[in-house]
């Protein structure tokens, strides 16, 4: 679910609808209403897991390499 918010579209559609929470312009404020009101769309639940399982998979060889460089 993180990755999902963290992308373009989303974070466009959280920016669209939240407003400035203050002065420096550094926080904004979104209502729950206005969040509850994005639509996510996800794939079934298999598909899911076959892609964190995928992920899962990448990054134990992410590590296996970093370990391998230090």
Do not use: C
Not at 2 to 13: E, G, M
Not at 20 to 41: A, V
């Amino acid at each position: 679910m993180v990755t999902l918010l963290q992308t373009h579209h989303i974070r466009f559609l959280l920016e669209t609808r939240s407003s400035q929470g203050n002065k420096i312009g550094k926080r904004r404020l979104l209502q729950r209403n206005e969040f509850e009101s994005i639509e996510f769309k996800l794939p079934p639940i298999e598909t899911q897991r076959d892609i964190a399982s995928k992920i899962a998979v990448f990054q134990a060889e992410l590590a296996l390499t970093d370990r391998e460089i230090e």
